[in-house]
């Protein structure tokens, strides 16, 4: 008979079922999880308002991108657009997930978000502060994967996969900036 190895899956299934059914009105927050909430939900609540922020300032760089490459840098600041906004929605459904509010209220937006809302006066202005903006998201959101670690893998995972967007986001950018000054 082999002895089980250091660090196996320790719980029996009568504890697993026992614990699912404590504290049932917690929904997705199980005995198991063990990140500050409170901490957790405030980092959530600000990734959101960045991307809240983003998808605005992507939005009128859209309806504002002019020039002989305006209609090309448009697109695309419709598509970051749209993909900000699914991960404000994603982050939402995660802050509820864990028995919080998603907070939209307009009122102090911008001061929720690490990033800044800057219109930019030409389209090299506009991808600029876009790039600026996804570098701070890149760096925001990888100190709160590097908080959530193993205490909060779900949220850990999401953001991951949010930082790898931001990332494409950035390079799309960089791509753009250098097709209109070159």
């Known amino acids: 008979m082999t002895e089980p190895r250091s660090g196996a899956f320790l719980s029996d299934i009568q ?26 939900l405030k980092l959530l609540n600000e ?3 960045t991307e809240i922020v983003c998808t605005l300032r992507y939005k009128r760089h859209y309806y504002m991108a002019q020039g002989i490459h305006g209609e090309g840098v448009a697109q ?50 506009m991808i600029k502060e876009d790039l600026v903006a996804e570098r701070i998201a890149i760096d925001s959101y990888r100190e709160m994967i590097n ?7 779900t949220s850990r995972r999401l953001m991951e996969e949010i930082l790898a967007k931001e990332e494409e986001h950035a390079d799309d950018l960089v791509r753009l900036l250098e ?3 070159h």
Not at 21 to 34: D, F, L
């Open 76 to 125: 695309e600041f419709l598509e970051h657009a749209n993909e900000e906004q699914q991960h404000a929605d994603q982050i939402a459904e995660r802050i509820t997930q864990l028995g919080g509010a998603p907070d939209f209220s307009p009122d102090g937006l911008t001061s929720r978000s690490h990033a800044e809302y800057v219109e930019g006066g030409s389209l090299e202005e």
């Open 147 to 153: 908080y959530f670690g193993q205490d909060d893998p």
């Open 47 to 49: 990734a959101l308002a």
């Open 179 to 181: 097709g209109i000054t």
């Open 15 to 40: 504890t697993l079922r026992q614990r699912a059914r404590e504290h049932i009105a917690q929904g997705a927050v199980t005995p198991g999880y063990h990140a500050d909430r409170a901490v957790v």
